[in-house]
Antibody, heavy 119, light 110 residues
C-alpha cells in the first residue's frame, strides 16, 4: 500500500527557507501518470494547493507562491521536496505531501507535518 | 487564482440528505470535468470522496455523490450518519494548469 511521509524542521525563522521532504514507500515515484504534490493548511483555515511535480521534473506551481517556491524530485531515493524561501508567519501551516492521480485529484495523502514560522 | 466558493456550514439530521455547493468560474469548475471532493475530520489528513465530478473511489460509500451544472459543482450526502460530520472541501483543475480548493464547509449532524 502506497504511503507518503513528510519530514523536515518544525520551526523556521522568518526570512529563512522552509525545506520539507516527502518519502514515498510501497510504490515508485516514477510510476507513469502520477504527479506528486504539496498542500498546506494554516491553523483553523482551509486547504491550499502549493504545487506538483512529475517524475521527469516537470513542475506546476501555485501562482501566488511561484516566486518563492521550488519543488524537486529524486527518483533514486523515491523522494520529492519542497523549498519555500523568505517565509513569514503567514506560511505557518500543516504541510501535506500527496499523490495526484492523473494530476486532477489527490488520492493519497501523507499524515502532514506542522511547520511554524517564528523567531 | 481565487478560491472556489463554498458555504461555511451546513447541517442535517441523521437519515436526511444534504448538498454542499462549490461555485467557480468558466476557467475552473465550468471549464473542465475535474472537480473533486475531500472529507477531513479534525486533526486528520483529507480523504478523497469524489473525483472527476461524479466518480467514487473504491471504498467510499454510495451515499456520497457528485454533480455539476455550469460553474457550480455539488456534493450530496444521503442518509446522513454521525460519522459524516466533518469539513468538506471541493477542488478543481484550472485553465492555468493548477489546482484550486474551495474554502471548506463544516457539516454538522444534528
Amino acid at each position: 500500500q502506497l504511503q507518503l511521509q513528510e519530514s523536515g524542521p518544525g520551526l523556521v525563522k522568518p526570512s529563512e527557507t522552509l525545506s520539507l521532504t516527502c518519502t514515498v514507500s510501497g510504490g515508485s515515484i516514477s510510476s507513469t501518470g502520477y504527479y506528486w504534490g504539496w498542500i498546506r493548511q494554516p491553523p483553523g483555515k482551509g486547504l491550499e494547493w502549493i504545487g506538483s511535480i512529475y517524475f521527469s521534473g516537470i513542475t506546476y506551481y501555485n501562482p501566488s507562491l511561484k516566486s518563492r517556491l521550488t519543488i524537486s524530485v529524486d527518483t533514486s531515493k523515491n523522494q520529492f521536496s519542497l523549498k519555500l524561501s523568505s517565509v513569514t508567519a503567514a506560511d505557518t501551516a500543516v504541510y501535506y505531501c500527496a499523490r495526484q492521480g492523473t494530476f486532477y485529484y489527490i488520492d493519497v495523502w501523507g499524515e502532514g507535518t506542522t511547520v511554524t514560522v517564528s523567531s | 487564482q481565487s478560491a472556489l466558493t463554498q458555504p461555511a456550514s451546513v447541517s442535517g439530521s441523521p437519515g436526511q440528505s444534504i448538498t454542499i455547493s462549490c461555485t467557480g468560474t468558466s476557467s475552473d469548475v465550468g471549464g473542465y470535468n475535474y472537480v473533486s471532493w475531500y472529507q477531513q475530520h479534525p486533526g486528520k489528513a483529507p480523504k478523497l470522496m469524489i473525483y472527476d465530478v461524479s466518480n467514487r473511489p473504491s471504498g467510499v460509500s454510495s451515499r456520497f455523490s457528485g454533480s455539476k451544472s455550469g460553474n457550480t459543482a455539488s456534493l450530496t450526502i444521503s442518509g446522513l450518519q454521525a460519522e459524516d460530520e466533518a469539513d468538506y472541501y471541493c477542488n478543481s483543475y484550472t485553465s492555468s494548469s493548477t489546482l484550486v480548493f474551495g474554502g471548506g464547509t463544516k457539516l454538522t449532524v444534528l
